[in-house]
């Protein structure tokens, strides 16, 4: 048996819609982008989405549209996709890496609080592995020192946080659909946002500073003479990208559903394994499961890359658990050179085991039974 550690869950609905959007020879920043940037608001609970090109680059704007620039320091887990950070240093600003909580791999608000200096600007917290972070911890700090909160939400979609879902709780919100996150467009990206001005210009800078967009100019009567008002990016989703979307969204719930099934088969056939640490999920949260990450104690009797290995001796592909960026060589060439154990630790003793839909109980028993032949708990 082969079993991946995720795919995308695409069929022939999206598959339709691509080819329909192909056919309307429209095929970029156009009718679709706008229908989808209307559902996801609707969906998330915002004013506004913004769709761009992946989660990064979302990111990238929101820092500048928050006014984050160089001599600027940005507050981050460093226990989170590169991205985060390299996001940061797009603008100039220095990320300013935080430790994470063992049991949720989120952003620590003690310490979070004690790195904030006269020049930290703005907190990217990040929804791990969508387990949603302590938002309001994490507002009442930025409340208290006049900064700015932008959510990581790459893996969240489809998550809650004290019964609202994640993209409703600040006003810049960023979100991922690569392949292996719960949906895909096959890369993309999304900002929520209910600041009607972060809106606007994030519209502007994800076409080149364009003051009015394709869409506006081809369907009006009048000649319109566009202006670039700053520079910009291209940073633009393609309707195609967004057809494909729209059939996502409408299956997300259906899609956290079973997931959550999924997941919740693993906490029971795993809970009485000492040698593990099961993920945890508190009663504000919601968590999607983009990934279910196992961390692997010191009293385990195998290595967590030694299982890794034998999983994928049988056909079962695992991933290590999250990187953290400041042991990175792009960062440690940047003079990074800082000691954060709980994250260091949780991201060398973690496992990501399969989960994905569809996923058959065949597969699901499959994996079960070889992790714990692996731990020597069959």
């Known amino acids: 048996m082969k079993i991946p550690v995720a795919k995308p869950y695409l069929g022939v609905e999206e598959a339709q819609l691509a080819y329909d959007t192909i056919l309307t020879n429209w095929v970029t920043q156009g009718p679709r982008v706008a229908e989808f940037e209307e559902k996801f608001a609707q969906y998330v609970g915002s004013e506004y989405a913004v769709a761009v090109s992946n989660c990064t680059t979302a990111l990238h704007l929101s ?21 985060t950070a390299n996001a940061i240093v797009y603008v100039g600003a220095t990320p300013v890496f935080v430790e994470v909580k063992s049991e949720t791999y989120n952003i620590d608000p003690a310490d979070v609080e004690r790195k904030i200096t006269s020049k930290t600007k703005a907190i990217i917290g990040v929804h791990q592995i969508g387990l949603p972070f302590e938002i309001d911890e994490i507002k009442t700090l930025c409340a208290k020192h006049s900064l700015i909160l932008i959510e990581d939400a790459a893996c969240a979609a489809g998550s809650s946080y004290k019964g609202k879902k994640i993209g409703s709780h600040s006003d810049l919100v960023c979100f991922s659909f690569h392949p292996r996150k719960v949906i895909t467009t096959g890369d993309g990206g999304m900002i929520a946002t209910s600041n ?5 210009r994030l519209k502007r800078l994800r076409q080149h500073g364009m003051s009015v967009n394709d869409r506006v100019r081809h369907l009006s009567d009048k000649v319109i003479v566009e202006d670039h008002l700053e520079v910009g990016y291209n940073y633009r989703m393609t309707d195609i990208q967004a057809a ?7 299956k997300l719930d259906s899609i956290v559903e079973r997931r959550r099934e999924i997941a919740n088969f693993y906490l029971n056939e795993l809970k009485d394994i000492d040698c593990i640490r099961l993920p945890f999920e508190s009663e504000n949260d919601f968590t999607n499961w983009q990934s279910f990450s196992v961390y692997i104690k010191s009293s385990c009797p195998i290595s967590r890359n030694d299982i890794m290995q034998k999983m994928l001796d049988l056909g079962i592909s695992t991933r290590r658990g999250i990187m953290t960026s400041h042991r990175e060589t792009a960062y440690k060439n940047r003079g990074v050179d800082i000691s954060l154990p709980v994250s260091e630790d949780a991201a ?8 994905y839909v569809p996923m058959s109980q065949e597969e699901m028993d499959y994996v079960i039974k070889h992790f714990k032949a692996c731990l020597n708990q069959d």
């Open 63 to 83: 820092l500048i549209v928050a006014g984050i620039g160089p001599g600027d320091e940005v507050i981050c887990p460093s226990m989170s996709y590169i991205a």
């Open 244 to 250: 494909v979307g729209i059939r996502q969204l409408e």
């Open 348 to 355: 060398d003793r973690s496992i990501v085991l399969p989960l």
């Open 196 to 200: 009607p001005e972060y809106a606007d």
